[in-house]
């Protein structure tokens, strides 16, 4: 099953474990919906076929949602019914940190094995390097972010670009340095708002375009809220706005995302074959790991600072004047 938000490379994950279910003398069942579904009892058997051809497309062949039935203690003994009725006596849970909650629930109430798959394109996932959908999405604001450039060039604007991140600023920070942005603002990092500010200030001396890249749920608000606060300190700027939005969950996986999600929907049968409960699957400096579930839901994953150094050291503007010295890693 999948839950939770669509991710590029979902379906390469289905096709992996089902095959590889098949393949291990398994039975293997499709749940449509997440857990609206399963509470619904909407269940098929698939074979082999049932996966062929769907591994180039974005999105998720078993549909996704996202379910507030779920969350009540009725709606999972309803859920629980309806494996019992399939005689499925283990799941594989494609998603993200709110979908292994709700596996983790399930599997200590009801005592069913659940293995975990992190596919959401945030990267945010305690305990994996990568997340399902991540490079493809990384890759979607890239060209998105250079046809902006070609934009704000020609027009001498400031552009405040917003990427798509949950709480997280990893598609922020990562995109930012791959389109060369000036400024990136993520939620990992205080005063963004300032930095952007001092920023601006300096850049009014120079009157260039600018990509100013702003990660989703900052504390001091979205792209727009801040684009608004800055508008009448720098009224010589042509400031503009671009969210990103959906784009970014959707089109074809990159390789990398369907090679990541086909090994790790092969590891999670082993997983299970292997008589593992409660562990989600992940990727960590390209080795196969099993992590249990209630740490990636309570473990923070944090973004290298080497990274926001690099950001700042090679940007036009560059680091503040008493972080001069950066080690780059």
């Known amino acids: 099953m999948t839950s939770g938000g669509d991710a590029p490379g979902m379906n390469a994950a289905i096709r992996s474990v089902t095959r590889a279910g098949i393949n291990n003398d398994l039975e293997v069942y499709g749940i449509r919906r997440g857990y609206e579904g399963m509470i619904d009892g909407d269940i098929f058997r698939m074979n082999s076929e049932s996966v062929s051809g769907i591994i180039q497309k974005g999105g998720t062949f078993l549909l996704t949602a996202r379910?507030?039935?779920?969350?009540?203690?009725?709606?999972?003994?309803?859920?629980?019914?309806?494996?019992?009725?399939?005689?499925?006596?283990?799941?594989?849970?494609?998603g993200g940190d709110g979908s292994f909650t709700g596996a983790n629930i399930m599997s200590m109430e009801y005592d069913v094995p659940f293995i975990g798959l992190p596919g959401t394109i945030d990267n945010d996932?305690?305990?994996?390097?990568?997340?399902?959908?991540?490079?493809?999405?990384?890759?979607?604001?890239?060209?998105?972010?250079?046809?902006?450039?070609d934009t704000a060039s020609s027009h001498n604007r400031i552009f405040f670009v917003e990427v798509m991140g949950h709480e997280a600023g990893f598609l922020a920070i990562n995109s930012g340095i791959a389109c060369g942005a000036e400024i990136?603002?993520?939620?990992?990092?205080?005063?963004?708002?300032?930095?952007?500010r001092t920023f601006l200030a300096e850049r009014a001396r120079k009157n260039k375009s600018s990509?100013?890249?702003?990660?989703?749920?900052?504390?001091?608000?979205?792209?727009?809220?801040i684009a608004e606060t800055l508008k009448p300190e720098f009224p010589q700027f042509d400031m503009r706005v671009s969210i990103l939005g959906h784009i970014q969950r959707g089109g074809s996986p990159?390789?990398?995302?369907?090679i990541i999600a086909s090994r790790m929907g092969a590891a999670a049968i082993e997983a299970l074959l292997d008589n593992q409960k409660s562990v989600m699957i992940g990727v960590v400096n390209d080795i196969i790991v099993q992590v249990p579930l209630n740490k990636t839901i309570k473990l923070h994953k944090g973004i290298d600072q080497a990274l926001i150094s690099l950001a700042e050291g090679i940007s036009t503007f560059g680091p503040p004047e008493e972080n001069k010295k950066y080690v780059y890693s």
Not at 211 to 225: D, R, T
């Open 184 to 196: 990136i603002m993520i939620p990992e990092e205080k005063n963004q708002i300032e930095k952007a």
């Open 125 to 149: 996932l305690y305990g994996t390097d990568y997340t399902i959908g991540y490079d493809t999405a990384l890759n979607t604001v890239v060209e998105a972010v250079d046809k902006i450039r």
């Open 67 to 94: 379910s507030k039935r779920f969350r009540e203690k009725e709606g999972r003994d309803d859920a629980y019914r309806q494996l019992m009725n399939f005689g499925i006596d283990a799941v594989v849970v494609i």
């Open 211 to 225: 990509i100013i890249l702003v990660a989703e749920n900052l504390p001091e608000g979205n792209a727009m809220q």
């Open 254 to 258: 990159s390789a990398k995302d369907r």
